[in-house]
């Protein structure tokens, strides 16, 4: 009951408030501490020796999951000795600020209604808010795809994955989980400052997901009982540059038999993507709302099945 309570009621807070602009969010300070050691130690932008600029950027993920992991584990202890109520208030606190499922689906959902009331540009600058490639020269078809594309990859990222952290080790695994993505997402690019710096990193975050990502697009097949869609995992689900990336992409584009993936601009690099399914149609604005209750329902599936292998354990 330990897990199970704050696993519950940060799900219930997660479903009802999402995530409030302008509220604290541990995200952030692990934002702020990656930034701060990413100056310290990478100040030549990675201009010093390839294997030295790897290493401090070794060392520096590895310091801060350690701490986060570390903090948390023994914060947890400490409260639950000193007053099991304010351990459980804490744990569901961090339980909502570790699920992004509701604030994933407002952002889609945002993207397709700017797009069809202002237009095409103002869709752009939507979609830009949550996607990194550059935008400007997308069509709305695109713009549609890209927001489903992000909606099934974050899926895995944003909620599966923090759920199964949290399975094996409760709040300290799922905050240490988001850790290791924000260092990806901020220092796991292939560029000439992070190449060698976020390497290892970027590597983490493809074991971490590994397991997470599969899992989610087993889900979203199962929640919507799509054959094609476990077809399109199979078939497609490898080809995508991440490893990890095209299984919950290929499920997606499997239930709505569409085609994703591509060549897509990156701070100004052009990336070659292979293509996930072969119908490429345009989708309309109301599949928005399908894929929103595909996201729901993955998500509640998974918080059961966490509850049941607690229960169990």
């Known amino acids: 009951m330990r897990l199970i309570i704050p696993l ?172 290791v993505n924000t260092l990806d997402s901020m220092i796991g690019y292939h560029n000439q400052r992070y190449e060698y710096f976020g390497k290892f990193a970027a590597r983490l975050d493809d074991v971490a997901n590994f397991i997470p990502a599969r899992l989610t697009a087993l889900l979203m097949v199962l929640v919507t009982a799509s054959r094609r869609g476990m077809r399109f995992i199979i078939r497609f689900g490898h080809r995508h540059k991440s490893p990890n990336a095209g299984y919950p992409e290929a499920a997606l584009a499997g239930i709505l038999d569409a085609r994703f993936g591509g060549t897509h601009v990156y701070q100004g690099i052009t990336v070659a993507k292979p293509f996930i399914g072969e119908n490429p149609r345009d989708l309309s604005p109301d599949e928005i709302r399908k894929v929103s209750g595909i996201n729901h329902r993955v998500c509640l599936l998974m918080v059961v099945l966490t509850i049941i292998c607690l229960n169990i354990l």
């Open 8 to 179: 519950a009621a940060g799900y219930l807070l997660d479903l009802l408030l999402g995530d409030p602009a302008g509220w604290p969010h541990p995200v952030r300070l692990f934002g702020w501490l990656i930034a701060k050691g990413e100056r310290w130690l990478n100040k030549k932008g990675g201009g010093s020796k390839p294997q030295a600029v790897f290493w401090k950027g070794a060392i520096l993920s590895i310091f801060l999951c350690g701490v986060v992991f570390i903090f948390f584990w023994h914060l947890s202890g400490l409260l639950w000795d000193w007053q099991p109520l304010a351990y459980y208030i804490f744990s569901s606190l961090f339980v909502w600020y570790g699920l992004a499922n509701r604030q994933l689906i407002k952002e889609g959902r945002m993207v397709f209604q700017v797009l069809q009331k202002e237009g095409t540009e103002a869709g752009r600058q939507q979609l830009s808010r949550i996607v990194g490639r550059d935008t400007s020269a997308l069509g709305p078809g695109q713009i549609r795809i890209a927001v489903m594309e992000t909606l099934s990859e974050n899926l895995s990222d944003g909620v599966i994955a923090p759920l199964f952290y949290y399975a094996l080790a409760g709040v300290p695994g799922m905050m240490t989980y988001k850790m």
